[in-house]
């Protein structure tokens, strides 16, 4: 007992920031968050947290919680006018009712439903019978879109459905790990402690690394491929083809268990380890010896994620990088697989309850009408909409036309995280309604909402979320939610009671609370290759986080009787192209542009950035550039001279306009080693507020999108640089 009375007290839940989903037990007093540790049972951290993760409590302070949250409903009576507060009853009503006048004027799919891969497996599956059984709009996607759904389909075309295979402790047990695309150094740091671990217990241990950027995890590389942006498909070819060259396949694992070779082959030959080397601007020597670690030793492993992901080519990055495991037989044991690292908590769960256009709960497909007929009969109602949903940036893209006319935007900020930002706040500003449901009171999608709505968060509600390695970990309420702040399923079916009560027919979304959606969830899954049909939420409470599928136990690594998920049981290969960047270089646009994240900060920051010690790391942001490129660049034509140059060479802290082909920012210039020479770097998370610019650095990116995931390709711009003067 404490003062006044109050017990303090631990609860276990889950970190809400990266797709690791470490465990913690969040201290609790008086109903006030007051500490959090790494809770030394759960899997995925044996008690370990990084910086953002031991700081989770400082986003829960009573400054946090009066001056950063949201805590009331409120309506703007005009675009641009200060919100005000009402009650829960009123918004909720007159948003049903602007809802149903859009639906009986233009029809259910004039209206878009926008979630996040940070909303809990039972929020998404309120969400997702909202838009689909409700409203009846087959327009509901994730901003997932974003970070994983290359993944998703480089899965589903490989190996036939969107699981991945391994678990965490394959980075113990691998002898050689590749990652490709991905910097665990600092955006998953407690399994980059795990693989510096395991490196360090086992002898002859090989780590290759392949990303432009000489990033923390490069630096502890054996080997790191510096390739040039969006060439990874060449790269793998060639990996490949030296495989093929020197006889480090595995001819029966592909005679047994694969199948489609032969339409690759073409492919693949025509990438000959020199001019795939000359191609991606890596030294010959290093991809034969690249091919031959990762192929002859006894196990392999690789993590990707979105280097590889957020590409036009980015189903075809994944599904060149499972062909060195298809070909290699690296696949299905201990120590050995491809792994996609997801970046935010739970978008897997977003993937497991199909919250998203491309997909139906329990990884069904909604352009199939069986699938579609399965789960009506599941939730109760007549029909699906048949038609194709729109993808994120499509969703937005329509809204610009004024073809989607609402949008509800959940726990997410799209007016700084999609690409193209000036497109993007031109839907918004058309849309006739804009409902915002938020945790946080000040992000850029906010001041475009006519509605805002204020959500429970981390430490506030109860469910699941699915982190990386298929495991299902409880989230935990600790305290109650700050203000009038409410679950985000129970806003969903308050809302959707209401469209139901308006259209004159019985609740077609009816949960007494977060299990209930949960089992409906699980339900879908019964049969199907994520079957969880064997858990409960009893058993997640009594044995701890899960990995699926759970019929009658846990599986913690998948085929591993080499039998895969497609019709014929054998693994595919595909014939993917190497296709150049749709942005294309050039004489006006001669930078490549990547975007990356920093240690200590999230997303768009609207948590991480309520901790100021968190931006002690990197307190503002930088346009890097490597030493090499500033003679360069100023003495080319001049452009950066001016009180810029000091001894002819450009100095830290010159101010640079970035030009893309869709806007323009100005930064101040850090020359950074990291930085291949030929390509600049902005961390991804800097909003509006912190550049010189009416757009954040999702302003240059670009919307072209991979055909088969449609993940937009935010990891190249084209861009120009030149001198900045001072405001
Ligand atoms: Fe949270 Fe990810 Fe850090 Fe773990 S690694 S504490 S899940 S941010």
């Known amino acids: 007992l404490h003062g006044g009375g109050a017990v303090m007290a631990e609860t276990r839940s889950t970190c809400p920031y990266c797709g690791v989903g470490c465990g913690v037990l969040i201290a609790h007093e008086g109903g006030q968050i007051t500490g ?35 805590r009331d409903p409120q309506r703007r009576a005009t675009r641009g006018a200060t919100p005000e507060p009402l009650s829960w009853d009123t918004a909720q009503r007159e948003i049903a009712e602007r809802l149903l006048a859009i639906r009986a004027a233009h029809g259910p799919q004039a209206i878009g439903v926008y979630v996040s891969g940070q909303l809990l497996t039972e929020d998404y599956q309120a969400f997702n019978q909202l838009a689909r059984a409700v409203i009846g709009t087959p327009h509901i996607d994730s901003n997932s879109r974003l970070c994983m759904s290359s993944a998703v389909v480089g899965y589903k075309q490989t190996l036939g459905v969107d699981a991945p295979p391994c678990s965490y402790e394959d980075i113990e047990l691998a002898d050689c790990v590749l990652i490709s695309g991905a910097n665990p150094a600092w955006a998953h740091p407690i399994l980059f402690r795990r693989l510096e671990a395991a490196r360090a217990a086992r002898p002859g241990h090989r780590l290759i690394v392949i990303d432009p950027r000489r990033t923390e995890t490069a630096e502890l590389a054996d080997l790191h491929l510096q390739l040039r942006p969006g060439t990874d498909v060449a790269l793998c070819h060639g990996l490949l083809h030296a495989m093929l060259q020197r006889g480090w396949t595995n001819a029966s694992f592909m005679a047994e268990h ?70 290699t037989g690296q696949i299905g044991r201990p120590g050995a697989g491809p792994f996609s690292l997801t970046g935010q908590p739970n978008a897997m769960g977003g993937r497991e309850t199909g919250t998203m256009a491309s997909l139906l709960p329990g990884h069904r497909d909604p352009a199939n009408a069986e699938h579609r007929a399965e789960i009506a009969q599941l939730w109760g109602v007549p029909e699906l ?131 209930a959606l949960w089992r409906t969830h699980r339900d879908a899954t019964r049969g199907r290759d994520l079957d969880i049909s064997g858990l409960s939420w009893d058993v997640l409470d009594r044995d701890g986080p899960q ?31 190497a296709l150049p960047p749709a942005d294309a270089l050039g004489p006006d646009y001669p930078v490549a542009l990547t975007t990356s994240r920093l240690r200590d900060q999230w997303h768009g920051m609207s948590r991480s950035g309520t901790v100021p010690g968190l931006f002690a790391h990197e307190g503002q942001p930088w346009l890097r550039l490597n030493p090499a490129d500033a003679p360069r660049y100023a003495l080319a034509d001049g452009a950066l001279a001016g009180g810029t140059l000091a001894g002819g060479t450009l100095t830290d802290g010159a101010l640079v306009r970035v030009q893309s082909r869709r806007g323009e920012a100005v930064l101040p210039l850090r020359l950074d080693a990291q930085v291949l020479p030929g390509s600049a770097d902005i961390a991804m998370h800097w909003g509006d507020e912190f550049l010189g610019a009416q757009l954040g650095v999702n302003g240059l990116t670009q919307p072209a999108a991979c055909p088969d995931s449609r993940q937009p390709e935010l990891k190249f711009s084209a861009v120009r640089l030149s001198a900045a003067d001072l405001p």
């Open 36 to 70: 959090v540790r790494g809770d030394p049972d759960h899997p995925a951290n044996h008690g370990r947290l990084c910086t953002k993760g031991s700081n989770l409590h400082l986003t829960a302070t009573p400054v946090v919680l009066q001056h950063q949250r949201l």
């Open 258 to 327: 694969t199948e489609g070779f032969e339409a690759l082959r073409a492919e693949v030959m025509a990438w000959p380890p020199a001019r795939a080397a000359e191609v991606c601007g890596v030294p010959e020597a290093d991809l034969w010896q690249a091919a031959e670690w990762f192929a002859t030793a006894p196990a392999s492993l690789s993590l990707y994620c979105q280097g590889l992901n957020q590409s036009r080519n980015g189903t075809a990055n994944n599904a060149a990088l499972i062909h060195l495991h298809l070909a």
């Open 385 to 515: 909409p048949t038609a194709r949903g729109y993808t994120a940036v499509e969703m937005f893209d329509a809204a610009a036309r004024g073809e989607i006319r609402a949008l509800w935007i959940v726990c997410t900020n799209p007016a700084q995280s999609l690409p193209d930002q000036a497109r993007v706040r031109e839907a918004l500003q058309r849309c006739e309604l804009v409902i915002v449901q938020e945790a946080f009171a000040h992000t850029a999608t906010a001041r475009f909402a006519d509605y805002l709505l204020p959500a429970a968060t981390w430490g506030e509600k109860e469910g699941t979320v699915t982190n990386s390695e298929r495991r299902i970990s409880r989230v935990r309420a600790a305290v109650p939610p700050a203000g009038e702040a409410r679950p985000d399923w129970r806003i969903a079916c308050d809302v959707a009671a209401l469209i139901d009560a308006g259209l004159g027919r019985a609740p077609r979304l009816v949960a007494d609370g977060p299990e």
């Open 547 to 577: 990995q699926w599928p759970y019929v009658e136990a846990a599986t913690p690594r998948l085929y591993t009787q080499h039998r895969f998920a497609t019709p014929s049981g054998r693994a595919r290969f595909q014939p993917v192209p």
